[in-house]
């Protein structure tokens, strides 16, 4: 997971962004194992951005874990179009998934933390998760980092100024 999260400054530079999660303990007939579950988006901001272009991107990372470690990483693949942002987003986030009873931490990620060292990176990410699920939102980048909001201020953090994923973990809490 932490060469996949190593390569997403180079899909940054190339303007995609996605939601993920990195499950530490994910079990199916019984068997445990590591994963990630993941959405990648590309705005299509010329007609170069398509889902062919977003493969394109995308497919060599997997190819290249593949190659490192055969057999220990196994991807499937989908794409869907949609007209606008708002049109996949609510669906997946609309009003019937509010009120969840959550205690979180997170932490904003740079580039020099997905990248210098990926064995600290992979110490860090296995604290943070604990055994549980991380969501990794690589939602910030150009746009976010040469933002020139008008009157020259904004509430946001600083740190979104120079960061490329929102890491969080969240415990569901009982009601």
Known sequence: MTYWLSQYPALAEQG???????SVNTSVDGEY??????IFLLPVRSSANT?????GAVVP????????????FLSQ??????PTFYDWWLPRN????????????????????????????????????????????FI??????????????????PAWRTSLIHCSEYIRLPP
């Open 16 to 22: 995609i962004a996605g939601y993920g999660n990195i």
């Open 94 to 137: 609309g009003p019937d998934f509010a009120g969840v009873n959550l205690m979180g931490g997170s932490r904003l990620l740079d580039v020099e933390a997905l990248t210098a060292n990926l064995t600290a990176l992979k110490v860090g990410l296995q604290g943070a998760a604990g055994g549980n699920t991380l969501s990794i939102d």
């Open 77 to 82: 693949n989908f794409s869907n179009e949609f």
């Open 51 to 55: 889902s062919e272009s977003l493969a």
């Open 33 to 38: 194992f590591g994963g990630f579950a993941g």
């Open 61 to 72: 990372i997997i190819d290249k874990i593949q190659e490192i470690w055969p057999g220990l």
């Open 140 to 157: 910030s980048g150009k746009g976010v980092w040469d933002a020139e909001p008008r009157g020259g201020s904004d509430a946001i953090l």
